[in-house]
């Protein structure tokens, strides 16, 4: 299949191994150099780097697109990849009473467009791809790796491969098991494939399985400067500035536990609809959080990601980059003039900042207005700003090397997830302290709320509005509109109220009632399915919710 066909073309850009234009194991990863570059490459290039022309040039443009359209961050008029369609409401009431529907709904298009063959049209198709084919490259890491004689501390060089591809095979299968119905595991270094699709639970054990194995690999390291060479050598040195760099064990460890956290929070309800944090959504594909979940979420959380920590992150460069300055992320595709931008920001987005908040200040200008039936705005972002001057959390910036793209956890989802665990675990005090670490953290410069707001409803008002605006542009924003309910049919629970409308003449609508009606979990795109057609009794490949 063509999903698994990328494995090998992991020799672009940063890899410098034999003819970059006729790649083969026996030719180009002989040695250490080899299967280090093998292993940089296969991550890099296939599991972000854009290789069908889509909109954008990397997963953290098309993929995380997605994952702000369909949260109402952000919308879009152009065709391309269907990102008009894939975020625009099934219908929504104004203030007046009148009831604008969407002819084509979010879940009717997906289905219409799950074609084989019609993957650039597809929305279903790319994170699937992308995430596949990183997998698929670094279990061919694992499998030549016994072949390789590494110099120093043979073990600890060894072992550093080995963790970064079970590192990067548990963030694929968290992708895949947090965003599509089914999946499929896929172990073998042979690129052999199977048709046993399997539930998203499943896929998600699989991840925090390889997370796991990680952490323990990690934790068996005896070398330090092995591990420090090899490591340095894995991540692009272009990618090891501001919050990106050689990670210490103990930060890779944080990575790892923010991820299992992130497994857990993102792939469960806790419906916050219409100011009612006791909400019930019916007809869903996941169940509600329990206390246990919150209580795993606050022990692992709690030993995440830390302030001052590196991450792993990529950013645009002159050249050899996985994506440009000007396309490469969603950040980029929003900023400028909101009439030529290919993402317009939502007003109902901006409302989420404080007035006094410095980031609402600094990263937004009104001017140019872009008029559209739902996604009409008066707000761009701003470009060129110096977050090193300001001290201010930059939103969009298309210099080379001016904007961060964050690709796993980072520090300020870490304390949100251990804002809304304390949160829903009746310590609210605590809870808003977490959201008041990320505001200070980001250069927010607003007022403390932890201990001014006492309510379950008031705290996870503040919550669910700062995880949007500083979690803008990460892939996460649907998943809590999603685990909040929003995303839902009004008819099972879901939806959003009393939301702004920005209209044509100027005026705005305050109260507006939006039925979004999205698929909660993703079907399996055609282009898999149809060439590897499912096993009698396997998990369904379309998400029978819908």
């Known amino acids: 299949m063509g999903i698994v066909a990328m494995a090998n073309s992991s020799c672009k850009k940063q890899l410098q191994i034999g003819n970059p234009n006729s790649p083969t194991l026996s030719g180009n990863v002989a040695d250490e150099s080899g299967l280090i570059s093998l292993a940089e490459g296969g991550v890099y290039e296939n599991g972000f780097a854009d290789g069908d022309g889509w909109l954008g040039n990397s997963y953290f443009s098309l993929p995380y697109g997605y994952m702000e359209l369909m949260a109402d961050n952000i919308g879009a008029d152009a065709s391309n990849n269907q990102i008009t369609t894939v975020g625009y409401p099934t219908y929504f009431i104004m203030d007046d009473g009148t009831k604008i529907t969407n002819g084509s709904p979010s879940v009717s298009i997906l289905r219409a467009y799950n074609i084989l063959g019609g993957s650039g049209n597809n929305p279903l198709f790319f994170q699937w791809q992308n995430m596949y084919a990183l997998n698929a490259a670094c279990n061919k890491v694992i499998q030549v790796l016994p072949t390789i004689k590494f110099s120093g501390d043979a073990t600890s060089r060894m072992n550093t491969v080995l963790a970064w591809c079970y590192w990067w095979k548990g963030f694929a299968y968290s992708q895949v098991g947090t965003m599509y119905y089914s999946g499929l595991i896929q172990d073998s270094g042979t690129n052999a494939t199977n048709n046993h699709y399997l539930p998203k639970d499943s896929i998600l054990a699989r991840s925090n399985y390889y997370l796991n194995l990680a952490a323990t690999t990690?934790?068996?390291?005896?070398?330090?400067?092995?591990?420090?060479?090899?490591?340095?050598?894995?991540?692009?040195?272009?990618?090891?500035?501001?919050?990106?760099?050689?990670?210490?064990?103990?930060?890779?460890?944080?990575?790892?536990?923010?991820?299992?956290?992130?497994?857990?929070?993102?792939?469960?309800?806790?419906?916050?609809?219409?100011?009612?944090?006791?909400?019930?959504?019916?007809?869903?594909?996941?169940?509600?959080?329990?206390?246990?979940?919150?209580?795993?979420?606050?022990?692992?959380?709690?030993?995440?990601?830390?302030?001052?920590?590196?991450?792993?992150?990529?950013?645009?460069?002159?050249?050899?980059?996985?994506?440009?300055?000007?396309?490469?992320?969603?950040?980029?595709?929003?900023?400028?003039?909101?009439?030529?931008?290919?993402?317009?920001?939502?007003?109902?987005?901006?409302?989420?900042?404080?007035?006094?908040?410095?980031?609402?200040?600094?990263?937004?200008?009104?001017?140019?207005?872009?008029?559209?039936?739902?996604?009409?705005?008066?707000?761009?972002?701003?470009?060129?700003?110096?977050?090193?001057?300001?001290?201010?959390?930059?939103?969009?910036?298309?210099?080379?090397?001016?904007?961060?793209?964050?690709?796993?956890?980072?520090?300020?989802?870490?304390?949100?997830?251990?804002?809304?665990?304390?949160?829903?675990?009746?310590?609210?005090?605590?809870?808003?302290?977490?959201?008041?670490?990320?505001?200070?953290?980001?250069?927010?410069?607003?007022?403390?709320?932890?201990?001014?707001v006492t309510t379950l409803a008031g705290a996870m008002a503040e919550l669910t509005a700062e995880s949007r605006v500083s979690l803008f542009g990460r892939g996460l924003s649907f998943y809590g509109a999603r685990r909040w309910g929003w995303i839902y049919d009004i008819s099972n629970g879901g939806g959003q109220y009393g939301q702004l409308l920005y209209n044509a003449d100027g005026t705005w609508d305050t109260n507006v009632t939006v039925d979004y009606n999205f698929m909660d979990y993703w079907d399996i795109p055609a282009d898999e399915t149809q060439l590897n057609p499912p096993a009698s009794g396997t998990s369904p490949i379309l998400n029978p919710n819908y």
């Open 218 to 452: 990690i934790n068996g390291i005896s070398s330090s400067s092995d591990y420090n060479t090899v490591l340095g050598e894995l991540i692009p040195p272009v990618y090891q500035v501001q919050n990106g760099g050689v990670l210490t064990p103990t930060m890779w460890i944080h990575n790892i536990n923010s991820l299992l956290a992130r497994n857990i929070i993102d792939n469960g309800l806790a419906p916050y609809v219409n100011g009612n944090p006791n909400a019930s959504i019916t007809k869903a594909s996941t169940g509600n959080l329990t206390a246990d979940d919150w209580n795993n979420i606050v022990t692992l959380a709690s030993n995440g990601i830390q302030s001052g920590d590196y991450v792993f992150t990529a950013q645009s460069t002159a050249t050899n980059s996985i994506f440009t300055a000007g396309g490469g992320n969603v950040a980029a595709n929003t900023t400028g003039n909101n009439i030529s931008s290919t993402f317009k920001i939502s007003v109902r987005f901006v409302a989420n900042f404080k007035a006094t908040d410095k980031r609402l200040a600094q990263n937004f200008w009104q001017g140019s207005v872009y008029n559209n039936p739902f996604y009409g705005t008066p707000y761009n972002i701003a470009d060129s700003l110096s977050q090193s001057t300001t001290g201010v959390a930059i939103l969009g910036n298309k210099l080379v090397g001016g904007y961060q793209v964050y690709i796993g956890p980072t520090y300020e989802e870490n304390e949100l997830m251990l804002a809304e665990a304390n949160i829903r675990l009746g310590n609210i005090a605590t809870g808003l302290s977490h959201v008041d670490n990320v505001r200070t953290y980001q250069g927010a410069g607003v007022a403390s709320v932890s201990g001014t």
